[in-house]
């Protein structure tokens, strides 16, 4: 099994027409996906996409109804629980013990992974301290503030050293900070050299992880690094502010050439053919009584390219 | 195998039910009322069954029946009626539900040597009660009839009826052992069906199967704490039979707890294998109650003796293994019996356990459906 572990050859995680089907609903549609040790990869897509049923499967805690999957070289399928001993899976819903306290879940999970006696000391200082659940270590897991219940479960999952890390939308419900805290977790455990696999609804967050998949209706859209992924639109964006915002893009819309246009709060992106499109607009929204406070040009983000993906879709 | 991992299960358990009071009071009080409910409820005796007498004769000797009726104990009698209209009311009403009338040549035909009728009229509506009631009640008259014709030279019949294992025939006595096997049976369920099902609805089930944890693991780290608990509850029962309802123990006490230990493990591994079926709290404790409370009420010998029920109901109750739990207890509280005695109820019993313990492990998957 060692020879996994130090083959760099054997990609963390390898799908190949991974499907599951619940009834007729297709949840994930042939997946195809080729993760290398290291990556920090972020899995998009709004609500109902199939982000969750793809987890569980790479897990080994749901069975595919077609194609198969190997997670650190083993197959999800043949040798699920190999694959268990190897990855760390932290579910989107809080799944540790709310009646336990912290130390009593971290050593509970130690027992379970069956961590040596010698090695827990110290693996278990650390993992408090970078979460910083020191002070709290003798709170019962239910008294304990969203981002600290999160951070609980990653040292949970963490306490074994895993070689793959699955988390399913990490940071839902969690507040900013706490937010950026647990990404901070995340780099360092990158820099360990552990694989990371992480959903998020959060576009924002997407653009921290080293490659990122789109994924909707159980397909994937678009999958590569956040940088490439933002130039993809090829097309001049702007962001525009208007106090009718929503009129106008109704407005916008309508014009030959523009390529979408979606709303965030009272400000406007748009993305157009060519820049000079954007003169013609503005008389249409003048025509129309709609006042522009300003414009300017912007690089999309994720979000951007993601709306327009979808809509297209 | 790994010890490490069942030994992490049981303890975390322990901690769980040690910190809901809840579950904690179920576990421990739940047996006890029970017990205490039914063994005061379940009573086959009939005591003061309110009696009304109708005396046409009015003579010493038709007084002295009535007062040796009386003093027997059963009988309250709440009134005296001169009218065969006040009688009928009286049963119509229910305000008595036996009635003795005593025809008006009644001491003249006891002098004389001649056969006497007393008219005794019992409410059937309750058949149980009036069978017993009658049955007092010719013991009654048989007593008073020997009493009265003893020293006039009169060879009579004297039935020497002997009772064995229950000598005072007290129904209770019987009834408490049987009992425990019933309340044992639905508790053993109860106390784990719950706890998986649990596990699937707080959404701590899905990290669990997450881990390489194997089946057998994780079910034998969760009988554990309810085996401990179940134990208690067996002690705490007995305790109340032998102290409380006076209920003698003939046999070997430690017998009785191993054999109560074996049913133990067959009835808690049935409460897993109904949790891993049932992935809600609520529809695991509604199937462990029917498929455990009815049968050991109803077909295992408990209540209703088995040789009784027609053949196809009998043969469905060598499946409840609350049956055989309340022969083994009957047998070592009432009669003393040995280990040889009960060698197939034992066998059988551990059989049950095996099988229902091998499906739990068989049918509980480490998948999301």
């Not at chain 1, 502010?241 to 992106?269: C, F, M, P, Q």
């Amino acid at each position: 099994m060692s020879r996994y572990i130090s083959n760099n050859i054997i990609p963390a995680i390898k799908t190949s027409g991974l499907t599951k089907t619940f009834g007729d609903t297709i949840a994930v549609d042939g997946l195809n996906l080729e993760i290398r040790k290291g990556e920090l990869f972020g899995l998009v897509g709004p609500d109902g996409a199939g982000k969750t049923t793809a987890i569980r499967m790479l897990s080994a805690i749901m069975e595919p109804t077609k194609g198969e999957a190997w997670v650190a070289g083993h197959s999800v399928i043949s040798e699920g629980e190999t694959v268990k001993e190897k990855i760390g899976y932290m579910s989107q819903r809080f799944g540790l013990y709310e009646d336990l306290t912290v130390i009593e879940n971290i050593l509970f999970y130690a027992d379970l992974y069956d961590v040596p006696k010698k090695e827990r000391p110290l693996r278990i200082e650390s993992l408090l301290g970078f979460s910083n659940l020191t002070p709290f270590q003798d709170r019962l897991a239910g008294r304990l503030s969203g981002g600290m219940k999160q951070k609980l479960g990653l040292a949970c999952t963490l306490i074994h050293t895993p070689e793959v890390l699955f988390l399913d939308e990490p940071t839902n419900g969690v507040d900013p900070v706490s937010r950026r805290d647990f990404w901070k977790i995340l780099y360092d455990l990158l820099k360990e050299g552990v694989t990371i696999f992480a959903s998020t609804s959060y576009l924002d967050e997407a653009e921290r992880c080293t490659r990122v998949c789109l994924m909707n209706k159980g397909s994937i859209l678009m999958d590569d690094n956040p940088a490439a992924i933002k130039r993809s639109l090829g097309l001049p964006m702007f962001e525009m502010w208007s106090d009718e915002a929503r009129k106008a893009a109704e407005i916008i819309k309508t014009v030959k050439g523009v390529h979408s246009a979606s709303l965030y709060g009272n400000k406007l992106h748009v993305a157009v053919n060519s820049r000079e499109l954007m003169d013609d607009i503005i008389i249409e929204l003048g025509r129309s009584g709609i006042t522009i406070r300003g414009h300017r040009e912007i690089l999309p983000s994720i979000e951007d390219i993601f709306i327009s993906r979808v809509e297209r879709q | 195998m790994k010890l490490v991992r069942i030994k992490a299960i049981a303890k975390k358990e322990f901690i769980q039910i040690w910190r809901d009071p809840l579950s904690l009071a179920m576990a421990f009080l739940m047996p006890v009322m029970l017990l205490f409910i039914f063994g005061y409820a379940i009573t086959l005796d009939v005591n003061n069954l309110k009696t009304v007498i109708h005396d046409l004769d009015r003579s010493s000797l038709s007084r002295e029946l009535i007062a040796g009726i009386s003093a027997s104990g059963y009988f309250k009698i709440v009134d005296y009626v001169t009218d065969q209209k006040d009688l009928d009311r009286y049963l119509d009403s229910g305000k008595a539900l036996a009635a003795i009338a005593i025809p008006a040549d009644f001491s003249e035909s006891m002098a004389r040597g001649r056969d006497v009728q007393l008219q005794v009229i019992v409410d059937g509506s309750d058949s149980n009660t009036a069978t017993i009631g009658l049955g007092y009640i010719s013991a009654a008259v048989e007593k008073f009839s020997r009493k009265v014709s003893r020293g006039k030279g009169q060879q009579l019949i004297d039935p020497r009826i002997r009772v064995w294992y229950n000598p005072e025939l007290k129904s209770r006595v019987f009834i408490i052992p049987g009992l425990i096997a019933v309340i044992m049976a639905v508790i053993a369920a109860l106390l784990t069906s719950l706890t998986i099902a649990r596990e699937w609805e707080r959404g701590t089930m899905e990290q669990l199967i997450a881990t390489p944890i194997k089946a057998h693991e994780l079910i034998l780290g969760k009988l554990l704490p309810y085996f401990t608990i179940g134990f208690i509850d067996i002690i705490l029962s007995v305790l109340l039979a032998l102290f409380l309802f006076n209920v003698p123990l003939k046999g070997n006490i430690f017998l009785l707890m191993i054999l109560s230990g074996i049913f133990l493990f067959g009835g808690l591994s049935l409460g897993i294998l109904i949790s891993t079926v049932a992935k809600s709290q609520l529809v695991a404790s509604q199937i462990s109650m029917v498929v455990t409370f009815l049968p050991a009420f109803l077909l295992s010998g408990f209540m209703y003796a088995i040789s009784n029920m027609p053949a196809a109901l009998q043969f469905i109750t060598h499946i409840i293994p609350a049956r055989y739990f309340v022969t083994i207890l009957k047998g070592i509280f009432l009669k003393g019996s040995t280990l040889n005695l009960l060698i197939t109820e034992t066998v059988l019993l551990a059989i049950f356990g095996l099988i229902v313990f091998g499906m739990a492990n068989m049918k509980f998957k480490k998948r999301i459906a």
